[in-house]
Structures are given as C-alpha cells and as structure tokens.
C-alpha cells in the first residue's frame, strides 16, 4: 500500500535534508532495521553501504550505528576494530566513549582507563 511507500520517501527526503548528497540505500535500510531491532540485519547493510562507499561523509555515522548492532550481537572483536578505524582518522569523541565502555564491558579497566585519558589530551 501507499503507508509504507510515504514512510520510505521520508526517509530519503531526511537523508537528503541531513546529509545534503544523494541517499545511500543500503544505509537508509539499515537504519529502518536497526529501529526495528533487527541488529543482524542491519549489521549486514551497514556493511554493504561502507564497502560500497567507504568516502562518504555519513560513514562514520553509519560505523558507530554499526558498532551499535555489533554490540546488540555481542560482537565485540568487530565492533572495536571498527571503532579503531574511526579513531585512525582522527579524535573523534563519540567513538572514544564507545570504545573505552567496550573495553569495561569485556572486563579490561585499564585499558578503558588508557582510552579515556588518551582522549582527554585530544580535546
């Protein structure tokens, strides 16, 4: 029917007003999958989008939503090789955060310790 056809034209329209490019599909699918909880899936998408458009500005955006997913499947190996790979680019708060709960949650306070310090001498 015409509901969901509206709902996924909104989607691209908030995309475009967002990000001011051409929407990326496999991302906008995996933000649908990832508010409806379906983490694999979403997972799966958010991957295809950055493999399909590793320059793209949202990129990072879409890595923490997939860092996200990862952490919802108890991914934890991927989901800090990915937040490793924002931060090769450059500080980035969010995904320090990320990182440093990740390493509390897998048992390791001293390295959170260690990524929360290295973090605070960038900002």
């Known amino acids: 029917?015409?509901?969901?056809?509206?709902?996924?034209?909104?989607?691209?329209?908030r995309w475009i007003k967002t990000?001011?490019?051409?929407?990326?599909?496999?991302?906008?699918?995996?933000?649908?999958?990832?508010r409806n909880g379906r983490f694999d899936h979403a997972e799966?998408?958010?991957?295809?989008?950055?493999a399909q458009n590793p320059s793209h500005e949202a990129c990072v955006e879409a890595r923490l939503d997939?860092?996200?997913?990862?952490?919802?499947?108890?991914?934890?190996?991927?989901?800090?090789r990915h937040l490793r790979t924002i931060l090769a680019a450059g500080p980035h708060r969010e995904a320090s955060l990320r990182l440093a709960r990740?390493?509390?949650?897998?048992?390791?306070?001293?390295?959170?310790?260690?990524v929360l310090r290295e973090t605070l001498t960038q900002y």
């Not at 799966?44 to 950055?50: A, E, K, R, S």
């Not at 997939?66 to 800090?80: G, I, M, P």
């Not at 509390?104 to 306070?109: A, K």
């Open 44 to 50: 799966q998408l958010y991957l295809l989008g950055i």
């Open 102 to 114: 990740l390493k509390l949650w897998s048992g390791q306070p001293a390295a959170a310790v260690t």
């Open 66 to 80: 997939l860092v996200f997913c990862l952490f919802k499947t108890r991914n934890l190996e991927d989901a800090e």
């Open 1 to 13: 029917g015409p509901a969901p056809m509206i709902s996924h034209l909104r989607d691209y329209f």
């Open 19 to 34: 990000w001011r490019t051409l929407p990326v599909r496999a991302w906008i699918e995996a933000g649908r999958a990832f």
